[in-house]
């Protein structure tokens, strides 16, 4: 794997820049990256959960008393983040009511979210199969644990250890906020045996693919961003970094003549597609379906 395709904490760091979230956000995002950058964040580190449950530990702790994040003390923070392992954190209410306050909420009559919200949920879920903006549709009769309660457990124990002095010294990756937008020739989702290449609900293949915080969209050449449950922001990036060999948290408009993502139906984040499906590993040169029973017949 390169340099440029690597897969660290400046990804996870693009997940939680969406281009319209307010500035007391993005200080909360980069803070919370200075204190996790020292952890190895490629594979076996603390996960995302973690980035973004003490990002919004941060958010609402600043906005409570009107402080930058880099200002509350790291005591204040594992307070706020400790308690009974089978309990909730007791931040989470807080940080609820501190997003709602900075008008990054829920609006339950107008059926709107924000992409923080978005990222507040998928954090705080203990409800797997949810209908609207927090489950209160349909909900399943029993909660679960949510990403958000192993995270802060984690943190916890983090920032209890973290020593003082090494904040200041801290630094983390330089990530923009705002859109990824890539044109390609023809998207390709890629699993260990399978290559397919993604269109819209009418049929038409996809060309352009957007990327904003924790979200990504796909349009054909004939409709607007069709929003795609398999088709996660953070594969989206690795797929450009190895196409175009640049950093995965990159913004900005990119062009390329294909993109294989990794399926998150076999294959995980970090997974190189092309190296990981039979196919494609046995003909390096073959994208797509239709070149593939050509390359076959050949």
């Not at 993502?261 to 294959?267: G, P, R, V």
């Amino acid at each position: 794997m390169t340099a440029h395709s690597a897969y660290g904490l400046d990804v996870e760091m693009s997940l939680l820049l969406p281009s319209a979230a307010p500035a007391p956000w993005d200080a909360a995002v980069r803070e919370a990256a200075r204190l996790l950058a020292g952890l190895p964040w490629e594979r076996g580190g603390p996960g995302p959960a973690c980035l973004s449950t003490l990002a919004l530990a941060l958010f609402a702790r600043a906005r409570a008393s009107d402080r930058d994040p880099q200002a509350v003390p790291l005591a204040e923070l594992c307070e706020s983040l400790a308690g009974p392992a089978e309990d909730e954190p007791p931040i989470r209410a807080e940080i609820e009511r501190a997003l709602a306050a900075a008008g990054q909420g829920y609006d339950r009559a107008a059926g709107r979210h924000t992409l923080v919200w978005a990222i507040f949920v998928a954090v705080s879920d203990q409800y797997r199969e949810r209908v609207g903006g927090m489950g209160e549709d349909l909900e399943p009769s029993r909660p679960t644990a949510s990403a958000m309660r192993a995270a802060a457990a984690r943190l916890t124990c983090h920032l209890a250890a973290y020593p003082a002095h090494a904040r200041e010294r801290a630094t983390a990756p330089e990530v923009a906020s705002g859109p990824l937008v890539i044109t390609t020739g023809r998207v390709q989702m890629v699993t260990a045996t399978s290559v397919r290449t993604l269109v819209c609900p009418q049929g038409h293949a996809a060309h352009t693919v957007r990327v904003d915080g924790p979200v990504a969209t796909y349009a054909c050449q004939h409709a607007s961003g069709q929003p795609l449950r398999a088709l996660e922001a953070a594969r989206v990036r690795m797929a450009l970094a190895r196409a175009a060999g640049v950093r995965p948290s990159i913004q900005g408009d990119h062009a390329v003549p294909d993109l294989l993502i990794a399926s998150a139906d076999d294959l995980d984040r970090h997974t190189d597609p092309q190296a990981a499906n039979i196919f494609l590993r046995q003909q390096p040169g073959i994208v797509g379906r239709d070149d593939l029973l050509d390359g076959l017949r050949g």
